[in-house]
């Protein structure tokens, strides 16, 4: 019993870290990640029989947590999804589109760098459904056959929250990417204001 309790407090230090930052891509609430860190732990440590052995334990676990994550998101909430008022069908050639532009040619132009803080910071702003969509999709690269049957949602529906989300994102960027490039502006203009003048001979 007491090795059973010694190698479960090991497992929870070595990968709380790793799954806390999961649960924390999926709701901006501290404790709310808390508690689906908790929660995960627990199925982990009842259904670690159910790991057989074979493939990358940590991709098991990430799969528990996530799933963990969307299960307390849609008990614990109105998972809600925004719909095209025109019901547009959002195919694939969309969704390529939209991953094309992601980071757009008026950003690039600006040739500003992101902090991964600051991204996460305007993903954490997206609505619920965009964000849960988004994250299944681009980070845990789920096919949208996969979130449709996990958030009991349609396909089109998953489409459809993929390109709003990364239509929204992008806007983000932009926006954000002007203002950098502002106060670089103004910080250079207070630089050379600074400056001794210097006399050519």
């Known amino acids: 019993m007491k090795r059973q309790a010694k190698a479960q407090k090991e497992l929870y230090q070595r990968y709380a870290p790793l799954m806390r930052a999961i649960c924390m891509r999926y709701t901006h609430d501290f404790q709310e990640a808390e508690d689906m860190v908790q929660e995960g732990f627990i ?10 052995g ?16 969307i299960n307390h998101i849609k008990k614990n909430k109105n998972l809600l999804f925004h719909y095209d008022i025109s019901e547009v069908h959002y195919t694939e050639d969309a969704v390529t ?7 757009s040619t008026k950003t690039n132009i600006l ?21 849960v ?3 299944l999709y681009a980070v845990e690269q789920m096919n ?21 989300a990364r239509k929204t994102i992008q806007k983000c960027l932009i926006e954000l990417a002007e203002m ?6 103004q910080r250079e203009d207070k630089q ?10």
């Open 144 to 164: 949208h056959k996969e979130i449709s049957d996990m958030l009991n949602i349609s396909i089109s529906t998953s489409k459809s929250q993929l390109f709003r």
């Open 54 to 69: 074979t493939g990358n334990f940590e991709g098991w676990l990430k799969k528990v947590f996530i799933n963990t994550t």
């Open 43 to 52: 199925k982990v440590f009842t259904k670690i029989d159910q790991y057989a």
């Open 133 to 135: 969509v988004f994250n």
């Open 111 to 131: 040739d500003v760098d992101f902090s991964e803080e600051e991204i996460l910071k305007i993903i954490n702003k997206l609505p619920d459904g965009y964000r």
């Open 192 to 201: 050379r204001k600074k400056s001794p003048l210097r006399l050519i001979v």
């Open 180 to 185: 950098k490039v502002e106060h670089r502006r």
């Open 97 to 103: 589109e939209s991953n094309e532009d992601y980071f």
